[in-house]
């Protein structure tokens, strides 16, 4: 029995020390950026592992994100360089490095970028891709909003008051739900349609741009509810939603993300028709699947005014067809493609994936990302980025991945207030 138990402190004392390991990888060139053909070199530095009293086994690969590793190896000392060799074609190169110990990992990365404005989609754009979009939104507004708001007394304040709204989308009885900020006060004002990251989940009111006396629309994709108890949504994504991106695919006309699109576009639709809603200065805002969301929003609506978007998903998804990565959800990766590469799949995917809204864009945009994306790769969202013609604000902070620094989250509220409250 003491032996048991002196086995189980000592294993979670390791466990404890190995939480407070940290691997931290760097590229020899401060901002990761490199020409073709020239050599990077990654650096790494693990801190914390030298108390440890167990075994730490630490490895690395190197290669193209989400493609084989072209470089693997041992790791023994806790600071060192590693020669990660160079690419001849646009893309991104990275180092991870892995910790093993007391069957748990940590990881530490770099991701080098090689002429990253030079890279150019794989997919292909529809010749019907405007018409199949234009009757799309037609075809549902021939379906009337019949908007509902109710008031959330406990979400507003003195500055804002709150409301829980829903709305019909492209089919009768078939309505998408948000909650809607308001200024509370007299006059009209500009307005933000927020537009969500993947996932199910309920919704609060948006507080961003209380300050602001600008109007926030925070909307949901999946026709449910945005107050619901949360096991509900637990239930949804492992029951009815489970792997939605994928939800009937084998038609243009039927796939999932097709009432989302123009759901969107009714959510203009809605802010158009709100009293306090200046009737002009709108913009649409979102990271990761709202990253993609509000470049399509941009592309097809042309009352939007600005764009901001985080990090895209569901860019390029034909990448990997191509020997490259391509965007969430990764339909055509290595796992999933034997599913889903039969010629009928790739040409409907070409009428949602990102890119090819993006050629469409023709308003101002804020943009930022870092290059450790593990879940939207850099490579598929700058695929749809290089196509945009329209002015564009680009914020890196390459270290970062899925995910956003306070300073880029405060950078784009800023730009986004800044331009809808300018003077006429």
């Known amino acids: 029995m003491k032996t048991t138990l002196l086995t189980t402190v000592l294993l979670f004392l390791y466990v404890l020390c190995f939480a407070q390991v940290k691997i931290e990888v760097t590229c020899n060139h401060p901002d990761w950026n490199y020409l073709l053909n020239e050599e990077v070199t990654f650096s790494y530095k693990i801190t914390g592992a030298e108390d440890l009293k167990g075994p730490l ?10 493609m084989p590793p072209l470089k693997i190896g041992k790791i023994k000392d806790f600071e060192g ?27 530490g990365m770099a ?26 939104i037609a075809d549902a507004r021939k379906i009337p909003l019949d908007p509902i708001m109710t008031e959330i007394p406990e979400q507003s304040n003195e500055k804002v008051k709150v409301y829980a709204i829903n709305f019909q989308n492209n089919m009768k009885d078939g309505r998408l739900y948000g909650v809607l900020t308001v200024p509370n006060k007299e006059g009209k ?23 602001e006396d600008i109007i926030t629309l925070n909307m949901g994709i999946h026709g449910i509810p945005v107050d619901l108890p949360k096991e509900l949504y637990s239930s949804l994504v492992k029951a009815s939603l489970f ?8 038609s243009k006309d039927h796939y999932y993300y097709k009432r989302v699109y123009v759901g969107c576009v009714k959510a203009v639709d809605f802010i158009f028709g709100l009293d306090k809603f200046n009737g002009q ?6 990271g990761s699947q ?12 042309p009352r939007i005014k600005y764009l901001r978007s985080n990090y895209p998903a569901l860019c390029d998804l034909t990448g990997y067809l191509n020997q490259r990565a391509g965007g969430w959800p990764h339909i055509l990766n290595q796992q999933n493609a034997p599913r889903y590469q039969a010629e009928k799949y790739i040409d409907n995917l070409a009428y949602y994936d990102v890119v090819n809204f993006a050629r469409f864009v023709k308003v101002p945009g804020f943009y930022t990302w870092g290059y450790n994306d593990e879940t939207c790769p850099p490579t598929s969202y700058y695929s749809a980025f290089n196509m945009i013609t329209a002015p564009k604000e680009l914020l890196v902070k390459k270290e970062t991945g899925h995910n956003t620094l306070p300073e880029q989250h405060q950078a784009q509220v800023k730009w986004l207030a800044e331009r809808l409250n300018k003077k006429n």
Do not use: H
């Open 189 to 211: 004002f500009p307005a933000v349609l927020l537009v969500p990251g993947a996932g199910i989940r309920p919704y609060n009111a948006n507080k961003d741009f209380e300050n």
């Open 290 to 301: 709202g990253g993609a969301l509000a470049i399509v929003t941009a592309a097809l609506d």
């Open 81 to 107: 360089t590693i020669k990660g060799g160079t690419m001849t074609k646009p893309g991104f190169l990275r180092c991870t490095i892995l910790g093993t110990g007391a069957g748990k990992t940590i990881k």
């Open 281 to 286: 200065d709108v913009a649409v805002s979102g």
């Open 243 to 250: 792997e939605y991106p994928f939800m009937n695919l084998n």
């Open 111 to 136: 991701t080098a970028a090689f002429e990253a404005q030079k890279i150019q989609p794989t997919v292909k754009l529809p010749a019907d891709f405007e018409s199949f979009w234009s009757n799309a």
């Open 57 to 66: 086994e630490i490895n690395y690969q190197i290669g193209e994100e989400k």
